[in-house]
């Protein structure tokens, strides 16, 4: 298996447009979770999902974020519109159930908004 | 808010001494698991261990845990340069019907060759 797989690796964009960042989860993982890491704030969990049903959202930053996972193996984080403070680190991890194995983690998304 | 905190926030030693690392975490957990974040890079799973267990080994790692005092310990003895990275404490918090894996800030480690 490739592994948990993210794109883009990089982005740069200007305040005030939309950012998409794609995740494709280890085929057979049951969990997907959405972490953001900042030298500040360290990682956050953002959101997580379990076959595909979102089961906490709580760690969304704001209305700005929403996330989907249309099927098991592909998930988006979109952000709308994208603010300076955006900027981080952005991990997709899945796991084949969480509190019992590893999650695997994504090569992350570097967000840069100017 | 962060389930687990390390300490130190950073920790420098020469090749071939040991690295001690501490969590603590504020509620019951089902395990606590232990990542490395080498820079630029993903998280990698080390090791697990459940809330009944008080000790496991892997190769040069060694990790304990105390539920009493909600804390743990990652032990990397024997270090080499290769293990300069940062590593992260993550908890799989107990609660009602919901299970999430929530990381602490990390310890930069850097090992002098």
């Known amino acids: 298996d490739a592994g948990v797989i993210q794109s883009p690796r990089h982005e740069v964009t200007e305040m005030g447009q939309e950012v998409t960042l794609r995740c494709k989860p280890i085929?057979?993982?049951?969990?997907l979770f959405w972490y953001r890491q900042t030298m500040m704030r360290g990682l956050e969990l953002l959101i997580y999902?379990?076959?595909?049903?979102?089961?906490?959202d709580s760690g969304m930053p704001e209305d700005r974020f929403s996330a989907k996972m249309p099927n098991a193996s592909f998930s988006t984080l979109k952000i709308q519109p994208s603010e300076p403070r955006d900027s981080a680190v952005y991990f997709c991890?899945?796991?084949?159930?969480?509190?019992?194995?590893?999650?695997?983690f994504g090569q992350g998304t570097r967000l840069t908004v100017v | 808010s962060q389930q687990g905190e390390e300490d130190p926030q950073a920790l420098s030693i020469q090749e071939g001494e040991n690295a001690t690392m501490n969590c603590s975490y504020k509620?019951?957990?089902?395990?606590l698991q232990w990542y490395r974040q080498n820079s630029g890079r993903g998280l990698v799973h080390l090791i697990l261990?459940?809330?009944?267990?008080r000790e496991k080994h892997s190769g040069r790692l060694r990790v304990t845990l105390d539920t009493s005092k909600k804390s743990s310990s990652l032990l990397i003895t024997a270090s080499r340069a290769a293990d300069t990275a940062s590593y992260f404490c993550a908890t799989d918090a107990r609660g009602a019907g919901s299970y999430q894996l929530t990381f602490g800030k990390g310890t930069k480690l850097s090992v002098i060759p």
């Open positions: 085929s057979g993982h049951d969990y």
């Open positions: 991890a899945s796991t084949r159930r969480t509190g019992r194995t590893e999650a695997f």
């Open positions: 261990i459940r809330s009944n267990e």
């Open positions: 999902f379990n076959n595909n049903v979102p089961i906490d």
């Open positions: 509620t019951s957990i089902n395990n």
